[in-house]
């Protein structure tokens, strides 16, 4: 492990919970080598790196608690759509050649779910990436992310700040606003929204319970 990468994992220590890191210059060995560190010393701290560019994002406990809300609706909804989903959780996906790699929050495979199962690692250029990535952005904005998002292919990216949900589907280089899901036809973003912030005031069993009784009123299952 260089020097350097010993100096970033130091300043990674003293991060406050929430916090959000920028370095300039960093090479991708330094890259790869903090992401060989980064499981075992600061778990749940989320890397995305474009070219050189690194940030690091400290988990909160707010951040964890929407995460793993996210996780159970999206578990539901493919229940009561009857799609076979592959969850990833926050997996690093990273590709040498483009210099780019991040690890979303959450993320799932859906119309590539078969592809997936069963592998016990993923690589960009050889698997397909998620269907859908999710961030929750309660005290930092992943929109830096996006371009490293749409390097990889992923086609749909749902995010929530703490006050509204937006989707988002790939459109060439880019990610342009979208009010229903491509992996969840008919899903809306409001919808999500509304049931993560349930889940946050109401508890996450009974937001699951409301989620489900929704999805079924309209016809899902």
């Known amino acids: 492990m260089s020097t350097t990468t010993t100096n970033y994992l130091d300043i990674i ?12 210059n960093v ?6 080598h903090l ?6 010393r600061h778990p749940g701290h989320r890397l995305s ?7 690091i994002v400290s988990p909160s406990t707010e951040h964890e608690r929407y995460k793993e809300s996210a996780i159970i609706l999206i578990f539901i909804l493919s229940e009561e759509m009857g799609l076979d989903i592959e969850p990833a959780g926050a997996t690093t996906f990273k590709s040498k050649l483009l210099k780019k790699g991040l690890e979303p929050d959450t993320c799932v495979y859906v119309q590539n779910a078969a592809r997936v199962i069963g592998k016990r690692r993923l690589t960009i250029g050889v698997d397909p990436p998620p269907d ?3 961030e929750i952005d309660m005290s930092n904005d992943s929109i830096d992310k996006f371009p490293i998002y749409a390097a990889i292919g992923v086609p749909e990216i749902w995010r929530y700040d703490g006050k509204a949900s937006r989707f988002y589907r790939l459109a060439g280089e880019s990610y342009e606003v979208t009010q ?4 969840f036809p ?3 973003a ?27 009123s309209r016809g899902a299952s």
């Open 27 to 32: 090479d991708w060995d330094d890259y790869e």
């Open 190 to 216: 409001q919808d999500f929204g509304q049931y993560l912030e349930r889940s946050v005031v109401e508890g996450q069993t009974a937001a699951a319970k409301a989620f489900r009784r929704m999805l079924r």
């Open 180 to 183: 229903e899901s491509i992996a």
């Open 186 to 188: 008919s899903f809306n």
């Open 132 to 134: 859908v990535a999710v």
């Open 35 to 40: 992401l060989t560190q980064m499981e075992s």
């Open 49 to 55: 790196y474009d070219c050189g560019s690194l940030i």
């Open 13 to 24: 220590e003293r991060l406050p919970a929430g916090a959000l890191l920028r370095l300039q």
